[in-house]
């Protein structure tokens, strides 16, 4: 396995004890390692498998069914996780 150094600031410590304490990971290296897939999985293009939202639209109380494609509702969803989840990585 290839070996990275890098230099860090202490805010960057901070984050990463705080990422290993939340979810119980023993390292560092193992915490930047789920951190980096983590990212890289949010930042790949491509579908997102909304199957257990199938039919959610239609048990909200007082609300009607949309007239979008659900392509178009997919991709307002996209855009709306994009935003959260930009908001939440600054």
């Keep these: 396995m290839a070996q990275i150094n890098m230099h860090t600031t202490p805010e960057f410590e901070a984050e990463l004890e705080a990422l290993m304490k939340s979810r119980g990971i023993a390292t560092k290296s193992e915490a930047i390692r789920v951190a980096v897939c983590e990212a890289a999985r949010r930042a790949r293009p491509g579908k997102r498998d909304l199957r257990a939202l199938r ?33 939440l990585s600054r």
């Design 55 to 87: 039919g959610l639209l239609n048990r909200l109380p007082g609300e009607r069914l949309s007239d979008k494609s659900s392509a178009e509702l997919l991709a307002e969803i996209d855009a709306e996780m994009n935003e959260k989840l930009d908001r």
